[in-house]
Nanobody, 124 residues
Framework: QLQLVESGGGSLQAGGSLRLACVASGKSFSPHCLAWFRQAPGKDREGVAAQYRPLRSTGYGDSVRGRFTLSFDNAKNTVYLQMNNLKPEDTATYYC?????????????????WGQGTQVTVSS
C-alpha cells in the first residue's frame, strides 16, 4: 500500500530555514501532482506548493512565494519543501499530498493520498 511519510519539522526562530521531506513507500509511485499543504490551529488547510510532475512546473501560495521551494528526488521517491526566511505565521502542521487530477494550491480536493503531517513552529 502506498504511503507518504513526512519528516523534518521542528521549532525555530523567525528568519531561520527548515527542509521538510516526504518519502513515498509502497508500490510504484507516479502521481501527476505533488503538493504541500499546511494547517494552523483554527484555520482552513492552505496550499503551499504544488508541482505538475510531467512538466516539472510548480506553483506556490502567495504567502510563501519566493521563500519556499518544492523539489522532487526521483531516485529517493522523496518530495522536499525548502523553507527559508520563516515567519511566525508559517507555524502549522505541514502535509504532503499526491494526486493525478489537478495540480493546484487553491484547493485540496483533488489530492487522494496524504501524509500524517509534521509540525513546524516559528517563534518571533
Amino acid at each position: 500500500q502506498l504511503q507518504l511519510v513526512e519528516s523534518g519539522g521542528g521549532s525555530l526562530q523567525a528568519g531561520g530555514s527548515l527542509r521538510l521531506a516526504c518519502v513515498a513507500s509502497g508500490k510504484s509511485f507516479s502521481p501527476h501532482c505533488l503538493a504541500w499543504f499546511r494547517q494552523a490551529p483554527g484555520k482552513d488547510r492552505e496550499g503551499v506548493a504544488a508541482q505538475y510532475r510531467p512538466l516539472r512546473s510548480t506553483g506556490y501560495g502567495d504567502s510563501v512565494r519566493g521563500r519556499f521551494t518544492l523539489s522532487f528526488d526521483n531516485a529517493k521517491n522523496t518530495v522536499y519543501l525548502q523553507m527559508n526566511n520563516l515567519k511566525p505565521e508559517d507555524t502549522a502542521t505541514y502535509y504532503c499530498a499526491a494526486g493525478s487530477a489537478s495540480c493546484t494550491v487553491v484547493t485540496d480536493t483533488y489530492y487522494t493520498l496524504w501524509g500524517q503531517g509534521t509540525q513546524v513552529t516559528v517563534s518571533s
